[in-house]
């Protein structure tokens, strides 16, 4: 399996790297906009609409793996709510090991970590009282939740002007708790309140978390893509990964593209977007941190 996987991985490479043919790796798919929080950063709770099906479900999967596809993420709003008759997540989660290398959740964390997924992710955005006022009470619920999980659980903290300050504390405070933490920076959407960080807090703050990764805490991300966070210079390489929203419509490139306004790179702060990118540059750190969260190879 292993070998199977190297041996696609740099095919995807070379492909990539000499030919036209650009094919996405990565696809996050929204199954729903609703969400059991009101966080006050986020957008999609507030954009009512249709869910995917399990019969789409069941189309779209064989099609993202024959577009190159092996990572999957599944998001929301919040997954966990999602349901088509008797069909809950777990059987979403089933169905997406037929086809990708690694399937992954974005989750609010409220509901226990039952699902058979190979990694969470569990949105956490602050020291306690910081991250109940921003997404709502929910923090010492989230770490129970956390500490009874039956698969690899990650904290992914959004930093905001409101939380930047308290970043390396929560990190202190997640160590040993959670198998990794890694980071985004808050995109300001049209319905969302004005929360951006400026950049001098920016710098401050990615200093911080490379110090604190290099003291051995579990900052997931890597030292470069860090680095690079700090002016926003890298060279995207938004090809890579696909996206597909609720009402099923599919896109190759930015998570941003069709969900805002006028997507601005110079305000980015997707490390995952900056990690991949780095990666199919072959810096080997972005490598390394890619098989430590994914395990792909």
Not at 12 to 39: D, E, N
Not at 151 to 178: C, D, M, Q, W
Request: net charge positive; glycine share 8%.
């Amino acid at each position: 399996m292993q070998l199977g996987r190297l041996f696609y991985l740099a095919r995807y490479y070379l492909v990539s790297k000499f030919s036209q043919r650009k094919q996405p790796i990565l696809a996050g798919v929204k199954l729903t906009h609703r969400c059991s929080l009101r966080c006050r950063q986020c957008p999609y709770w507030r954009r009512p609409g249709p869910e995917l099906s399990w019969r789409q479900l069941q189309n779209l999967f064989p099609f993202l793996r024959q577009e190159g596809i092996r990572l999957l993420i599944l998001e929301g709003g919040e997954p966990t709510l999602w349901r088509d008759g008797k069909k809950t997540l777990a059987d979403v989660i089933e169905l997406a090991k037929k086809y990708f290398y690694t399937v992954g959740v974005t989750t609010n964390g409220l509901q226990p970590l039952i699902y058979p997924a190979d990694i969470y992710w569990v949105s956490i955005d602050g020291l306690p009282d910081t991250h109940d006022c921003w997404r709502g009470k929910s923090f010492d619920r989230i770490m129970d939740h956390i500490r009874a999980a039956c698969s690899r659980v990650l904290a992914n903290i959004t930093i905001h002007r409101y939380n930047v300050r308290e970043i390396p504390e929560l990190v202190k405070l997640l160590a040993g708790k959670v198998q990794g933490i890694t980071i985004q920076f808050f995109y300001p959407y049209p319905e969302s309140e004005d929360m951006l960080c400026n950049w001098e807090e920016r710098r401050w703050v990615l200093t911080e978390l490379q110090n604190l990764k290099q003291a051995g805490y579990p900052v997931a991300d890597s030292l470069a893509a860090l680095e690079a966070l700090k002016d926003n210079r890298w060279q995207c390489e938004s090809w890579m990964i696909a996206n597909v929203d609720p009402d099923g419509t599919y896109r190759q490139g930015c998570y941003l593209l069709n969900r805002t306004s006028g997507p601005s790179c110079a305000l980015c702060g997707f490390a995952a977007h900056t990690e991949i990118s780095l990666a199919y540059q072959l810096n080997w750190q972005a490598l390394g941190a890619g098989r430590e969260i994914l395990g792909i190879f």
